[in-house]
Nanobody, 125 residues
């Protein structure tokens, strides 16, 4: 079992920045592919970013503005969000995948095994 706890959400003005953190426990963190998703009210949960041994991947809507990174010594994955826009407003979730191939980077919700409870990000115009 894996526990994921997100933090760092909040209210920010358009153009501002936030850094989300996700602390993991329970299984070997370095073996996991980590991802971030988000869900706005009335919308489906969508892929934002992921990090595997093959590299980083981003949704087109956040490419160039968001950066995913991890610190295996701290069992933590981060999402640095810059140049935030009102349309980035959502509940942000981190997720862990223990796929047999650590070079494979899942980008759909069913491919992730564990989820955090989410942290709210609100961007005002």
């Amino acid at each position: 079992q894996v526990q994921l706890v997100e933090s760092g959400g909040g209210l920010v003005q358009a153009g501002g920045s936030l850094r989300l953190s996700c602390a993991a426990s329970g299984r070997t963190f370095s073996n996991a592919v980590m991802g971030w998703f988000r869900q706005a009210p009335g919308k489906e949960r969508e892929f934002v970013a992921a990090l595997s041994l093959s590299g980083t991947y981003y949704a087109d809507s956040v490419k160039g503005r968001f950066t995913i990174s991890r610190d295996n010594a701290k069992n933590t994955v981060y999402l640095q969000m810059n140049s935030l826009k009102p349309e980035d407003t959502a509940n942000y979730y981190c997720a862990a995948s223990y796929h047999s191939n650590p070079y494979y980077t899942p980008r759909t919700r069913p491919e992730y095994d564990y989820w955090g409870q989410g942290t709210q990000v609100t961007v005002s115009s």
